[in-house]
């Protein structure tokens, strides 16, 4: 066996690391290594303290979120169990991710790198022709959306009991609508399966896709989805307004009715966010306005209550999440009036809304025809049921677009047992 | 801690650099033992202290075996045991109750769910090979506990190895030499080793991950070869890598380390590939397995059996699940076969036929290894070979990833290969000029390895079943 380890060591040494070694132990000092050893000390040392002075954030503009602060040692014994449950490090780590200094610049050579390699998506964000950002679905599970649409049916019976009627309506994601901009071979986009899946799971209810609506004018180029963002515009949400209202029999405003202007060209989408990629231009944003849009008076109702007229809330168009101008966002429960004394001759029929962030820019058309209570299952906690009672609704409308079907738990399924 | 994040290259790493080397060589061995608890104990608060009990337990015992020379079997045998005793308790001893549970009237047997301190596969055996090596009289007894603790604790190679044995590093720990040249070689061996765990690994293992999540119906035969397949790239490249930046600290630190792959997916039969593959791992199954068994001395039927032992025992290392075991055995069966035969029919055949038939084996190997829901394995298996592949022969999402990945999967091949390395020093040797970009380069990589970590949303660690 001594004769076989000997050959072991041979073949070792045969390795070039050891061949370099020995060469090193020879060697003389080369200027070239000082060289990458000075670079490499920079680029850490630099870093490091480049980290320590520069002051943190609280919140990333660019990536719409509250960034990790330096994680609190405070309260020995607190920290001892943050500590041991690994709680602490694991904040160290959240820490430097986002604070590390030039994250941004970081961000955007990885996403260059991923793209100069000839792949065409970065963190699930494929691109498209024509700087079109979508985030592709990590995977399809009917199981899930059968779920998600078995609470929709349940809602949708609570609604009948009550006497109000109960519509679904389904918006596809921008993976979904991009497709005529993906060039082929395209990734798994599940759209086929996902579509099937709702229809299958809301078959007893009236429920309205709007696939069909949406996807032959985007592939003619009309702007009807972000570019670089997961929603749709406004022209997209009046289209979708337009097949909704058109199920209640009820003619649809046309584009005429409306003043069309453009509030920001400077709208930096969540996709975006997601891609890293800063060299894809902005979205613009547009506000379809009419006389008297600002007589409605919108209130929001999450921690605290907050009233004001119209829809917008224009203080979001000089933040990152423009979107967000409408109805404020993400609030557990919004309502929207039409002030007594302006025109109406009698109380206007009643809607609620359950949905997510794709109803709000509908909102301002659909305001123009009921009084909307809105409502985000995610966040509001009391009993919807109560609520229909409560107010009078007439209609009860979900509006979602298919990634909360087939994304678990977005219709908060534990709550379902306190309605019924 | 692990290398691959931020908190180690820009906290640890510079804080543990400046202190290494300000102060004077004597208690630079101290140093490392402090520094790299702060490392283990980062992440395993309450472990590091187990770790601790293993130091001073095996430091004991070269102790006690040096002044009792005669009871040396005894004392060996002793530390072998409660070495062991600590390994399988803490590793295995869920696996057996879930699997005695399974007998009727032992259901009341509750698991303990602990979790399994990280590394602790990599630093027994390192503790045991001291133990070992002093009582054969290979390596001397380490009078210092803190140069002990040093061996054992090593941040470089302390949680993914590769597993010194003590009689490599024994001079070291006594005197090592610190020089420009060798800092310069251990960091381009860091910056390969980062590259490769940050850019090749994690990306290879995102589309692992993105092939096995398909559901079986949207699978197809050529998307479930190109998934294992880039969990083959994955595993090597993350535990290279890890072995590389552990050989190039090392190196910085003033220790040369052997290496511990040698191009496995080069190799022309299963055993070139274990010789190749995870050399610490094997080389110290032999030394302290396989030999004292008696290897292949005692005949044709002894040496398989031994073999046989070495495998299982290969196998559960890697983890406390039956996969690693059937693992383990699949290349104990594949090892007896090339010693058997196959290994002269091999020899005899075109090259490329011994790297196809091995490259099959080993990738077949890995599907074993991933998949400890050992059914979910088989029907990936089955989907490989067109049985239950929903989706046909391939589709367009196959095509995507193909095409999306193909520069990036001839980057894996050809970093597969001795030819980058063979090149660069060729290079390196001849033009002067070559080594200033060669520096350059490195600095790059570094400098992307370190975008990759600002933007990662995958940077898994392997090893926590090790």
Redesign the interface.
Same mark, same amino acid.
């Given at each position: 066996?001594v004769k076989g380890q000997i050959k072991?060591q041979d073949?070792?040494l045969d390795?070039?690391?050891? !061949?370099?070694?020995q060469k090193?132990?020879s060697?003389? #000092?080369?200027r070239?290594?000082?060289?990458?050893?000075a670079?490499?000390l920079t680029?850490? *040392?630099g870093?490091?303290v480049a *980290?320590f002075i520069i002051p943190d954030k609280d919140f990333s503009e660019e990536e719409n979120r509250v960034l990790q602060g330096t994680p609190s040692i405070s309260s020995p014994g607190k920290f001892a169990d943050r %500590?041991?449950s690994?709680k602490y #490090?694991s904040e160290?780590?959240k820490y430097?991710?986002d604070q590390?200094p030039l994250?941004d610049s970081?961000?955007g %050579?990885?996403?260059a790198?991923v793209l100069g %390699?000839?792949?065409?998506?970065n963190?699930s964000i494929i691109v498209g022709d024509g700087g079109r950002l979508a985030e592709l679905p990590?995977?399809?599970?009917e199981e899930t959306v059968k779920k998600n649409t078995d609470v929709l049916i349940s809602f949708a019976k609570v609604a009948e009991s009550l006497g109000a009627d109960f519509t679904a309506v389904a918006a596809p994601r921008s993976a979904d609508v991009f497709t005529p901009f993906i060039s082929?071979?395209?990734? !798994?986009i599940?759209t086929e399966e996902t579509r099937q899946a709702i229809s299958g799971g809301l078959s007893v209810a009236k429920y309205i896709d709007l696939f069909d609506t949406l996807v032959p004018g985007i592939a003619e180029g009309e702007y009807l989805y972000y570019r670089t963002d997961h929603h749709w515009t406004t022209l997209g949400a009046y289209y979708g307004y337009c097949e909704l209202v058109k199920s209640f029999g009820i003619t649809p405003y046309s584009l005429d009715d409306f003043t069309i202007s453009t509030v920001s060209s400077e709208f930096y989408g969540t996709a975006w966010s997601k891609a890293?990629m800063k060299w894809i231009s902005p979205d613009e944003m547009q506000f379809f306005r009419y006389d008297g849009d600002d007589l409605f008076t919108t209130v929001l109702e999450n921690k605290e209550e907050t009233a004001f007229d119209g829809f917008y809330n224009e203080s979001y168009l000089d933040k990152k999440d423009k979107y967000a101008a409408f109805l404020s966002g993400n609030n557990g429960r919004v309502t929207v009036t039409l002030g007594y004394g302006h025109g109406e001759s009698q109380p206007r029929e009643k809607m609620l809304i359950i949905k997510d962030s794709f109803a709000h820019a509908m909102v301002p058309f659909l305001a123009r025809h009921f009084d909307l209570e809105i409502i985000d299952l995610r966040y509001y906690k009391s009993s919807v049921s109560d609520l229909i009672k409560e107010c009078g609704i007439s209609h009860v409308v979900a509006i979602y677009n298919y990634d909360s079907f087939v994304t678990e738990n977005s219709f908060n399924i534990l709550r379902l047992s306190t309605e019924e | 801690m692990v290398f691959s994040s931020l908190e180690f290259l820009f906290l640890y790493l510079p804080v543990v650099l400046i202190i290494y080397f300000a102060v004077p060589l004597k208690i630079r061995n101290l140093v490392l033992l402090a520094v790299s608890l702060l490392f283990y104990g980062w992440g395993e608060p309450l472990y590091v202290f187990l770790m601790a009990g293993t130091i001073v337990i095996d430091y004991a015992a070269g102790y006690i075996l040096e002044k009792n020379r005669q009871k040396g079997k005894l004392v060996v045998a002793v530390t072998v045991i409660i070495n062991l005793l600590i390994l399988g308790f803490f590793k295995y001893y869920d696996f057996f109750i879930e699997n005695l549970r399974l007998i009727p009237g032992l259901s009341s047997l509750e698991p303990l769910g602990l979790t399994l301190p990280i590394g602790i596969s990599f630093y027994t055996f390192q503790a045991l090979s001291y133990v070992i090596d002093v009582y054969r009289g290979d390596a001397r007894v380490q009078k210092s506990l803190a140069s002990f603790g040093a061996y054992v604790t090593l941040f470089p190679q302390l949680i993914a190895g590769p597993i010194v044995r003590y009689k490599d590093v024994d001079d070291q720990l006594r005197e090592r030499e610190h020089n420009v040249t060798l800092f310069a070689s251990g960091l381009r061996t860091l910056i390969a080793g980062l590259s490769k765990k940050v850019l090749l690994a994690n990306t290879a293992g995102a589309m692992w991950d993105y092939f096995s999540a398909i559901p079986q119906d949207e699978r197809t035969v050529f998307g479930a070869w190109l998934g294992i397949i880039f969990y083959s790239f994955q595993l090597y490249f993350d535990f290279s890598g890890y072995s590389d930046m552990a050989i190039g600290l090392g190196k910085m630190l003033g220790f040369t380390f052997l290496e511990n792959f040698n191009y496995p997916y080069i190799s022309r039969s299963i055993t070139d590939f274990w010789r190749r593959w995870h050399i610490s791992l094997s080389s110290w199954f032999r030394e302290y397995l396989y030999i004292p068994l008696g290897g292949n001395r005692n005949g044709a039927l002894a040496t398989y059996r031994n073999l046989l032992v070495v495998w299982l025992c290969t196998g559960f290392w890697h983890g406390a699940s039956w996969n690693y075991i059937l693992w383990g055995l699949y290349y104990f069966v594949l090892l007896s076969l090339e010693k058997a035969f196959m290994g002269k029919v091999l020899s005899r055949v075109p090259r490329a036929i011994g790297h196809i038939y091995s490259l099959f084996f080993i990738i077949i190997g890995w599907l074993l290894f991933v998949s400890e829901d050992i059914g979910a394995g088989f029907i990936y298996l089955g989907n490989m070979f067109g049985n239950g592949a929903g989706a046909g022969l391939y589709g367009g999402e196959f095509l995507y990833q193909l095409l999306r990945n193909l520069p990036f999967i001839i980057i894996l091949v050809l970093a597969s290969t001795p030819m980058p390395k063979k090149i660069f020093w060729i290079l390196y040797e001849k033009s002067s000029s070559f080594r200033w970009i060669g520096s350059a380069v490195a600095a790059a990589l570094a400098v992307v390895c370190i975008a990759f970590l600002v933007d990662s949303t995958y940077n898994p660690f392997l090893y926590f079943r090790f």
């Open positions: 066996m072991e073949r070792l390795q070039s690391s050891l !061949l370099s070694i090193n132990l060697g003389k #000092t080369r070239s290594d000082i060289a990458l050893i670079l490499f680029i850490v *040392f870093l490091s *980290f %500590l041991i690994g #490090t160290i780590a430097y991710a590390f994250r970081f961000v %050579l990885k996403a790198v %390699l000839g792949g065409r998506e963190n990590a995977s399809f599970s082929s071979p395209s990734p !798994l599940y890293g | -």
